[in-house]
């Protein structure tokens, strides 16, 4: 099985930080793309920041300049880091990737449980 496990989500006040982590572990063989997604009640689940193999990043606007995406490919793991954190960030953070299992052909999609990110005074 393949699975992915973030980590690092609690509260923080506005103007805070975060660093979010997804480890990936399991039957897991290539990697390619690394995503965040959040969802926030009530709300659909909308892309965060995606990093492919190559290192190529992409932001929503409204994180653009504040998150940064990046991975260790030797650690299967994607991180987040979160500056500047507003009351609208709050959400479930999901990681995300697109792999092959070990000694697989096919490319599935895999999701993790998500992690509670709360901005609030």
């Known amino acids: 099985q393949v699975q992915l496990v973030e980590s690092g989500g609690g509260l923080v006040q506005p103007g805070g930080s975060l660093k979010l982590s997804c480890e990936a572990s399991?039957?897991?063989?290539?990697?390619?793309?690394m995503t965040w997604h959040r969802q926030a009640p009530g709300k659909q689940r909308e892309l965060v920041a995606a990093?492919?193999?190559?290192?190529?990043?992409n932001y929503a606007d409204s994180v653009k300049g504040r998150f940064t995406i990046s991975r260790d490919n030797a650690k299967n793991t994607v991180y987040l880091q979160m500056n500047s954190l507003k009351p609208e960030d709050t959400a479930v953070y999901y990681c995300n990737c697109n792999a092959q299992r070990l000694w697989g052909r096919d490319i599935s999609t895999y999701w993790g449980q998500g992690t509670q990110v709360t901005v609030s005074s």
């Open positions: 399991g039957s897991i063989g290539s990697i390619y793309t």
């Open positions: 990093i492919t193999s190559g290192g190529s990043t």
